[in-house]
């Protein structure tokens, strides 16, 4: 039995029969669904000459040993934002057991390495807030102590949903066994943007996930009426604010692939008869070149303290999060450039804006690289989040074909 890919696609069909409602996949971590969709998974794994076991963080992992303990991983997640599509996440785990089922059958159930499937848990993040959670206990990146006590919006602490599912947080640090031999990891993921469907191409090679300054910016000026205050004797907050929305676009305009976004905005009193007293917005700025991505935060605090400046107000800034960008592997990324090419007739050499599993895996020291497929009109986490099944097919096709090189390249290494 060769590959498959059209068994993914109808895999694909079934995961989403049996775990979307009418807004969409409802694979929530550390829910019923996610974990149906879990046991439904294991039920393909039935007659594979496999190893099947959860670590210690909740990732699912399915092992092929082959005739070298040293091992080739590939990646991808069953679980879903609410409301979300058929395809993020779950096309990276099915294409990965398909691609498992050729070497298994190829090569007579030992190929010539060790070849791992890993499911991560968690990571959405869209419960907890906290993307990423499986594999940074891999990576050894996660702090317990700080998501312990995060709650879901019905008030369920991280650490009771997770013992639910037979996790405990405290033995988190045990997920970084399975680092063990991993010479290489590979995932396939749509894109979630609009660049290859614009550029009329399937398939394209990630370069890294961007890093990202994630920050919360106050502008305080002073409440006054609406009728008695003349302009000239504002202090409105929101219009300084309002100019770094816009001065935004020109500072991330400088550079090719750089985003820059304020996407939240309130305002206090936030009434109609009143000026702006306080205006809280959020800044949200990606590159793949760390150099720009500080030059970015620099301009953008500077730029706030000339509007504010203008307007006769004050900024303060506070950070929210950050995470530097991760370049994937260069060798791999040539690889995976190869891969598409020989499928597909072309590819494109693309960052990504979303960040992924294959991030933590990278900073893990594991070399890495991503493939994406194109995603129609550029949309995910939403139900209408679709790719052709011709260019499904392809990608679980390009995969295979990464894998292969990527099991020669381990070879001829060691
Ligand atoms: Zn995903």
């Not at 660049?195 to 399937?202: N, R, S, Y």
């Not at 809280?280 to 504010?308: C, G, N």
């Not at 790719?387 to 995969?399: F, I, N, P």
Request: hydrophobic share 40%; with cysteine; glycine share 8%.
């Amino acid at each position: 039995m060769s590959l498959n890919p059209k068994r993914t696609v109808a895999e694909l069909k079934e995961l989403r029969e049996l775990t979307a409602d009418e807004n969409g996949a409802q694979r929530l971590a550390w829910t019923d669904v996610w974990q149906k969709a879990r046991k439904w998974f294991a039920t393909k794994l039935v007659g594979l000459p496999i190893e099947h076991h959860y670590d210690a963080a909740g990732n699912n992992w399915v092992t092929l040993r082959g005739a070298s303990e040293k091992t080739l991983l590939i990646g991808g997640h069953l679980d879903s934002v609410p409301n979300g599509g058929w395809l993020d996440g779950s096309l990276n785990v099915l294409a990965g057991l398909e691609v498992l089922r050729r070497f298994a059958t190829e090569f007579k159930g030992k190929p010539p390495v060790t070849i791992r499937l890993v499911d991560w848990a968690d990571e959405e993040g869209a419960r907890f807030g906290r993307s990423l959670l499986g594999s940074s206990a891999f990576a050894g990146t996660h702090s317990i102590a700080a998501d312990r006590v995060r709650t879901d919006k019905d008030g369920v602490t991280m650490q009771d949903a997770l013992r639910r599912c037979g996790i405990h947080m405290d033995h988190f640090p045990e997920a970084k066994k399975e680092r063990a031999n991993a010479a290489a990891y590979i995932e396939l993921h749509i894109e979630q943007g609009p660049v290859l469907e614009k550029l009329g191409l399937p398939l394209g090679v990630v370069l890294g996930t961007k890093g990202v300054e994630r920050h919360a910016i106050t502008f305080h000026g002073q409440e006054a009426h609406s009728g008695a205050t003349p302009m000239k004797q504002r202090k409105d907050a929101l219009a300084a604010a309002a100019k770094l929305a816009l001065e935004i676009r020109n500072i991330a305009g400088k550079h090719s692939d750089a985003v820059c976004t304020m996407g939240s905005l309130k305002t206090f009193p936030g009434i109609v008869t009143a000026v702006v007293g306080r205006c809280e917005a959020t800044l949200d700025q990606r590159d793949l070149d760390a150099k720009v991505l500080a030059q970015m935060y620099r301009e953008a605090q500077e730029a706030s303290k000339r509007f504010a400046s203008e307007e006769n107000c004050t900024v303060e800034w506070s950070r929210i999060w950050n995470i530097e960008p991760i370049p994937f592997h260069p060798h791999m990324v040539e690889l995976c450039e190869q891969a598409a090419r020989e499928i597909s007739g072309g590819s494109h050499r693309l960052p990504s804006g979303p960040l992924h599993d294959a991030a933590e895996v990278s900073r893990a020291g594991i070399p890495t690289v991503m493939m994406f497929v194109q995603s129609l009109r550029g949309i995910s986490h939403n139900k209408i989040e679709d790719t052709r099944e011709e260019h499904l097919e392809m990608s679980v096709a390009a995969l295979d074909r990464l894998a292969t090189k990527t099991v020669d390249w381990i070879l001829k290494a060691n």
